[in-house]
């Protein structure tokens, strides 16, 4: 059978109008003889309302009890859309996280799929024309209902793409495709019609809000062909895909940019074998992710170290810090959350020089600080103040003339 996945963001399911124009699209798929898989989100603002009542009866949540609440909003939507489907005429039924099973393991709210039973689903697919699947939640091995981290439904929508060798993963939202940078922050902005998933990968971990990081890393796995396109209009959207040698050639795909960013300095720390595995690792073992790291030389046996980690982390790593300073020989702990992180993005810097230097070159001539730097084979990274922010996306989005895509 041929199978075709569908997601569709909270966006847009969030109302019955929006909801109709889901079924539209929907049905294009099935007229078309394919089998449909739609993974849906909750509807948009229920995740956040949820999260805002769980803090009325908790100020600190239980995790596993937190999953259980906001994985109802996804549940919600599938039951809806599929009523509407039914009346239609439409031969299908809602399936959710524990039901396939997507089964995860237990990081509650930042679960991983370890598993998908693609049997059972396609079993399911013999029988219904199209399923209606619930995004972001899976199931531990102790049957207990996870969650995958916020955009997690992106993540669902590819590894089902993935386990039932889906002929393409057609991610919904509410703009048209990727582009070369946030359209809603600059207006030169343009559309590409194909991204590599490594310049993807590149774009989701440093900002960009179209794809969840984990979903593209499975696409890339599984070469799973991705298509993120508008659920309100018909254009071609862009394909995220393998890279080819057109790619290459192209310098700068794109600018991503990120303000949920907070700088964590360490003074006076002790300069010896293993303080950055005794600094990294309790902050790793919670899950959280460090980004950007420089060490200061080192004079007279101590010497600085400042990282970049999730705003929304900030609080956590200091308690951990703090927790385990004796092993760790700091004097004192900075931090700064007026901090984000502006990067240039292109597979086309692996074999082109002088990225960096023009790129470090426009930002001077504008009169913007570089904090800190990091750099990959495709990804070039600087932290600056955040009310550079725009300023900067601006200035290098015009300095490697992406308007001109």
Known sequence: ???????????????????????????????????????????SGVTNRLLALSKQYSPNPDQAELDSLVSTGEQVSVALFSMMC????????SVLGFQVPIVSNSNFTRARIESIDEKKMLAMLEEYDLLVVAGFQG????????????????????????ALKAEV????????????????????????????????????SQGAKVLQIRSVEFAKKYNVAVHVRSTFCDEPGTMVTQEDKSMENILVSGIAYDKDQARVTLTDVEDRPGISAAIFSPIAEQGMLVDMIVQNPSKDGVTDITFTIPRADLKRTVQILEQNKANMGWKEILHDINVAKVSVIGVGMRN????????FQALSDANINIMMISTSEIKITVLLEEKFVELAVHTLHDTFHLDKR
């Open 1 to 43: 059978m041929n199978i075709v996945v569908q997601k569709f963001g909270g966006t847009s399911v969030a109302n019955l109008d929006c909801m109709q124009k889901v079924l539209v699209n929907v049905r294009r798929e099935l007229d078309k003889s394919n089998k449909l898989v739609v993974v849906l989100s909750a509807q």
């Open 139 to 162: 199931v531990d091995e102790g049957g207990r209902i996870t969650t995958l981290g916020r955009g997690g439904s992106d993540t669902s929508a590819v590894a089902i793409a993935a």
């Open 352 to 359: 082109h020089s002088g990225v960096a230097a023009k790129a």
């Open 86 to 93: 039914k009346d239609a005429g439409i031969k299908t039924r």
């Open 169 to 204: 993963c057609e991610i919904y939202t509410d703009v048209t495709g990727v582009f070369t940078t946030d359209p809603n922050l600059c207006s030169k902005a343009v559309k590409l019609d194909k991204i590599s998933y490594d310049e993807m990968l590149e774009m989701a």
